[in-house]
């Protein structure tokens, strides 16, 4: 398997992106080789730096970078050359099998989406994010972004990729897909809702009906289906709730020596925890329903965000994941 890497894209790119892909070229079976694309210079200057290159590791030189908050559409039309259009490219020739990518995430979706289409019989491809629940199982939020405004029958595909991604990625059996809406009764809801809900009723799927924002962190839903201006927004809050709740934590134990006493016994838990709630640990957002396999994953992304969104490249291609999406949207008739 060869995987493209966006050496440029992130926060802490070049630097933590090449920790990354080394660490995955030496540590995950089966990746054949990594191909950080970028500037070839500063590319080079960071694998010296770091001491630890590998074999596996292949340069493919870009002369342009997309900034974060540049106009997706524009910029990956104009810069041709950039690292996330050459991953894209690598993998639409075939040099690539999958590419990943810390970048301008719309400048990911749309270089993804124009230069590799969408699989056979989806009609959107759309971001499913992988985030910790009160139980040991995450959940897959989809669409976390990618759409603004769907369908009905666009909703219903997104519970089918979903699915695909839930059973055979993180190993849920049988995942629950819920419908993220305003009520738990079927009459709740907009249109769109209420039409996909009638959709997913009569589809092969574990469908529980619609969920709540209250329902999201229970664990007892595998998958919850949104379009994306929703699922953005749901994504946006839960990121801001959780670093308000860590500082707050913080600054309630370091209040005064005996509460910091008090911690010391408790980090043993804390650390399981936050180990638990981590998000580099999920391996970033696939954009699942395009021809290849694309990752995304967040800007601030270090070396092990870079590490095991790699590794899920690499089990997505191995579990033959894009035939099991067409697949399984073709026997749900949708």
């Given at each position: 398997m060869r995987i493209a890497v966006d050496a440029m894209g992130g926060d802490y790119a070049p630097r933590e992106i090449v920790v990354g892909a080394v660490e995955a070229a030496s540590g995950l079976d089966n990746v054949d080789s990594i191909i950080l694309v970028g500037d070839e210079t500063a590319i080079r200057r960071e694998l010296d730096a770091y001491g630890k290159a590998h074999t596996s590791i292949k340069i493919h030189h870009a002369s342009e970078a997309i900034d974060m908050g540049e106009s997706p559409a524009i910029a990956v039309r104009k810069k041709k050359d950039s690292s996330i259009n050459r991953c894209a490219d690598l993998v639409k020739s075939g040099e690539a099998d999958a590419l990943v990518s810390a970048g301008n995430t719309g400048a990911v979706v749309v270089a993804s989406s124009l230069k590799l289409r969408t699989l056979e019989g989806v009609q959107r491809p759309a971001i499913a994010t992988v985030m910790p629940t009160m139980k040991k199982n995450p959940f897959v939020l989809i669409d976390a972004g990618a759409n603004v405004e769907c369908t009905p029958q666009i909703l219903a595909q997104f519970a089918v990729m979903g699915s695909a991604y839930s059973r055979h990625i993180l190993g849920v059996d049988n995942p629950v897909v819920g419908?993220?809406?305003?009520?738990?009764?079927?009459?709740?809801?907009?249109?769109?809702?209420?039409?996909?809900?009638?959709?997913?009723?009569?589809?092969?799927?574990?469908?529980?009906?619609?969920?709540?924002?209250?329902?999201?962190?229970?664990?007892?839903?595998?998958?919850?289906?949104?379009?994306?201006?929703?699922?953005?927004?749901?994504?946006?809050?839960?990121?801001?709730?959780?670093?308000?709740?860590?500082?707050?934590?913080?600054?309630?134990?370091?209040?005064?020596?005996?509460?910091?006493?008090?911690?010391?016994?408790?980090?043993?838990?804390?650390?399981?925890?936050?180990?638990?709630?981590?998000?580099?640990?999920?391996?970033?957002?696939?954009?699942?329903?395009?021809?290849?396999?694309?990752?995304?994953?967040?800007?601030?992304?270090?070396?092990?965000?870079?590490?095991?969104?790699?590794?899920?490249?690499?089990?997505?291609?191995?579990?033959?994941?894009?035939?099991?999406?067409?697949?399984?949207?073709?026997?749900?008739?949708?």
């Open positions: 419908l993220l809406s305003i009520g738990g009764e079927d009459s709740k809801g907009n249109d769109v809702t209420k039409e996909a809900f009638k959709m997913l009723e009569k589809s092969q799927l574990n469908f529980r009906g619609n969920v709540e924002g209250h329902d999201l962190f229970v664990g007892d839903t595998h998958v919850i289906v949104c379009d994306g201006f929703t699922g953005n927004v749901v994504l946006k809050t839960s990121e801001s709730v959780a670093k308000a709740i860590t500082k707050r934590i913080k600054d309630e134990f370091t209040a005064s020596p005996l509460r910091m006493f008090g911690a010391m016994f408790l980090r043993g838990a804390i650390k399981s925890m936050k180990q638990t709630m981590d998000p580099e640990l999920y391996g970033g957002a696939p954009l699942l329903g395009v021809n290849g396999v694309s990752i995304i994953t967040h800007g601030a992304s270090t070396y092990r965000a870079i590490y095991h969104a790699v590794r899920v490249a690499r089990d997505s291609l191995h579990h033959h994941l894009n035939n099991l999406i067409v697949e399984d949207i073709r026997k749900n008739g949708l």
